[in-house]
């Protein structure tokens, strides 16, 4: 079942710059910031309400944000769906046929366990998230 | 003060087809269908946790959504930061120089006071969005 909305992810050539206005500005705080090595992305998390805002820097141009900046700029990368049961979930999305990027969970910031679908059929690129335990 | 993330604008060419997996597969409901003539656009409402996500069907290619389909595909548009008090936080943006698409709040869906600050800052086109009353 979907919880909430996790987080929202925005791809960002330097943390540093983007954050300054969602700080200093805005009077947001950034809680914490972690690299993910399997997604080649560095990433502020920025609470707001129950929802987290991610700046999402790439620690490398070939991981997936580098190359979503290579094409087409900074910007709205990604949502992220909170479930309680992630594979629960993807088999009942695999049921119905829905494109998946991924069909089995893997490991993302916090020992979060992730899955993409394809946005095909979200239109936007949607990730599950199951909260590390 | 920015209180949460009040909703997440996802372009699409048609709500009808869009819909079908977040309600269908998702199990997540349409609260309401409304039409913004001043951004020439249709728009459902489908409730997560606090936050909103809304489908953003154009009305007329030449609207912003109609555009942003155009050059880009359909995807995430936007999102929208809810504060207490939008004039506020406009007089406080631009006395920091933060550059703004509106400088004075328009009304939008639901009769909220909103403004869209300008991307080159916040590198995501982010809105900021006061309730109505």
Known sequence: MIQKVSHIGIAVKSIEEASRLYTQVLGLKIAGIETVPDQKVKIAVIPVGEVRIELLEPTDPEGPVGKHIASRGEGLH??????????????HLQHNDVPLVDKAPRV??????????????????VELTQPAP
Chains 1, 2 share one sequence.
């Open 78 to 91: 990604h949502i992220a769906l909170q479930v309680d049961d992630i594979r629960a979930e993807l088999a």
């Open 108 to 125: 993302g910031g916090g020992q979060a366990l992730i899955a993409f679908l394809h946005p095909k059929a979200t239109k936007a690129l």
